[in-house]
């Protein structure tokens, strides 16, 4: 009785695969389940397209609770061309932003925040 022995490069090729199916899995998992959505209003601050590699939409909401306070930034991302016009063409109004945070994101080519922005609503 023979022992079938697999060559090195057989073992590695299929360990890369194996890899590759298990990044791609955890990927598919965090952009698909949030782990929380909700609604920020404030004034958009800043949005711009960043990145040397990876492209991605980033934007900075400037929050007011009351007159007179320090202003809190949210910061998100966004993966949505669509919503990318949107918040370009609202630069500097008062905006309502539905988004939700999807943790675990692997890498910064999706967005360099875990918040992404679903919906935009510019307020008169």
Known sequence: MTRRRFSP??????LVVVAALVF?????????????????????????????LCKTWEGELLLTSMPGAIP??????????????????AIGKRVNLTYAQHKGVPTNCFGETEYYVERVVVQQ
């Open 9 to 14: 490069l057989l073992i590695l090729v299929g």
């Open 24 to 52: 791609w899995a955890w990927v598919a998992s965090t952009l698909n389940f949030a782990y929380s959505e909700g609604e920020r209003a404030g004034y958009l601050q800043k949005f711009s397209k960043v990145g040397w």
């Open 72 to 89: 809190e930034k949210f910061l998100f991302s966004a993966r949505d061309d669509a919503i990318a016009a949107q918040l370009s063409a």
